[in-house]
């Protein structure tokens, strides 16, 4: 065979004497063998047939205690996605693997070994499946961002449009390293967030605690001693022997009425509707409003930036962003500017008319479309804002912190006063 090179519609490069192998995607087979160490270890592993599974698996010094081949229904057949139970891809593995993905393809590997590269570090889960199953329709001559897009789970609209963007100019390598800064810089905004968060939930757990340890065995006990004593009781001590005489006797309904409460409010904003007036809540909500408006904020100019410099046309970015900003006012603004664009405008002007977005987000636009450097003020939007969103936080978390503190004093103050008031009635009576 003659040692010609061969394009695959790809952007990859092959030569002749592997490309009988790569048109067609090796069988995997699931595998469970014991390490030097006598330890169980189970995954996949690609190989033509069992007897080169096992060869494999031995030079990786494993002894193979079972080996069985994963069926088309489960690998997808011909590369096709199929449903599957997923058990969840971490935000930062794709951001990891992207990264990685965008050096291998700089260095000159081809996709497919780039992508066989990833999986062999990856090892396990469901997450390796899905790079299998993306290196299988990558090798039958799929394009790389149609294999990505069947598995949405995992590779957001986003990811799929700035690949493909990517594959069409001949800059993969680039926009995936873009990508990988966009996916970091999200995920340590989220990071952000939920660790200033982290110790409010934790008071909140702790005061939930210190009260039902109160009211389940503190209260009924001290009631029962004054009941005994036959003195009338005041209103509030009445009334939180009642409370938890009920937390007692039906302390079972609670997870159900939780449940049941989630349910109806999950079922309401699934619909148009319900969905539209709850993010309009959150946009107003004291405290919060401000926090949650920032963070759509700050996702929205880092995404359209991101989307900008990889190729895509604004129109196709702007649709793309929509299903970013996770808010169904935000999302409908950005529709009526999508709108607006195609009837000649530009940009900025519907932006500063919704009333939606800050007046200086629209400002900072119009200024970027007429100087003709839109993303890096868009990159300047976003980094301020996401600066931003981490001093609200901050601010917000100093203000919850110390009103977690006075309502769980309060509560069990009410408490200790509903037992010390019959106490010293008590007394007064014995006294006169």
Known sequence: MPSAWTRLPIFCEFDDDSLTELLFAMPIYEYQALNEKGATAKSLIDADSPREAREKLRRQRLFVTDLRPVSDGEKGS????????????????VSSITRQLATLLA???PLAQALQALIEQVK???????MRQV?????????FHEALARHPKAFSPLYVNMVKAGEASG???????????YLQSQTRLRGRITAALAYPAIMVLVAFGVVTFLMVFIVPDIAGMLTDLGQELPPLTLLVIG????FVAYWWTIPFAVIGIYSLWKSWTSSEAGR????????VIPLFGDLFRKVAVSRFAMTFSTLLKSGLPALECLRIVRTVVQNQVL?????????????????ATPMKKSGVFPPVVGYMIAIGEQSGQLEDLLDRIGTAYEEEVELATQKFTSMLEPALIVVMALVVAVIVLSVLLPMLQISQSVGA
């Open 171 to 181: 800059t993969l390598d680039e926009v995936l390293s873009r990508l990988a800064d």
């Open 135 to 143: 290196k299988d329709s990558v090798i039958q001559g799929i394009a």
């Open 124 to 130: 396990g889960g469901r997450f390796e499946q899905i």
């Open 276 to 283: 539209r007036m709850w993010h309009k809540f959150l946009l």
């Open 107 to 109: 260095a000159g590997i």
């Open 331 to 347: 999302a409908d603004t950005l529709e009526q500017v999508h709108g607006r664009i195609l009837e000649g405008t530009d940009i």
């Open 243 to 246: 409370i938890s005489d009920s």
């Open 78 to 93: 011909r590369g096709f996605s199929v449903p599957m139970p997923f058990t969840g891809v971490k935000s930062a593995d």
